[in-house]
């Protein structure tokens, strides 16, 4: 059994700042990457940013700058710092885990989080 919970959702002006956490926890031996989706209304899910176990991080094009991703390897937690936000950051934004549930296993899972709601409006 895993679970991710996420947190740090809200309300914002645009401009303004928000960081959303993800701690995993549950039968995992050890996370390769971490990542944070979002999703718009109406709109496909979309990677924002992921980061690997050694902490090479990559973003989608309209956040680079803005926002940065980072991970506690010990804690299991992924965190995403937004800055300077804008009206079309408003989506739901979804935590996101490639990891491996047994020591004896090179096999791999993938987890989603439930998501936490992010609306930046005056």
């Known amino acids: 059994q895993v679970q991710l919970v996420e947190s740090g959702g809200g309300l914002v002006q645009p401009g303004g700042s928000l960081r959303l956490s993800c701690a995993a926890s549950?039968?995992?031996?050890?996370?390769?990457?971490m990542a944070w989706y979002r999703q718009a209304p109406g709109k496909e899910r979309e990677l924002v940013a992921r980061?690997?176990?050694?902490?090479?991080?990559n973003y989608t094009d309209s956040v680079k700058g803005r926002f940065t991703i980072s991970r506690d390897n010990a804690k299991k937690q992924v965190y995403l710092q937004m800055n300077s936000l804008k009206s079309e950051d408003t989506a739901v934004y979804y935590c996101?885990?490639?990891?491996?549930?047994?020591?004896?296993?090179?096999?791999?899972?993938?987890?989603w989080g439930q998501g936490t709601e992010v609306t930046v409006s005056s």
């Open positions: 996101y885990i490639l990891f491996r549930p047994r020591y004896y296993s090179t096999d791999e899972t993938e987890y």
């Open positions: 549950g039968s995992i031996f050890s996370i390769n990457t």
């Open positions: 980061i690997s176990r050694d902490g090479r991080s």
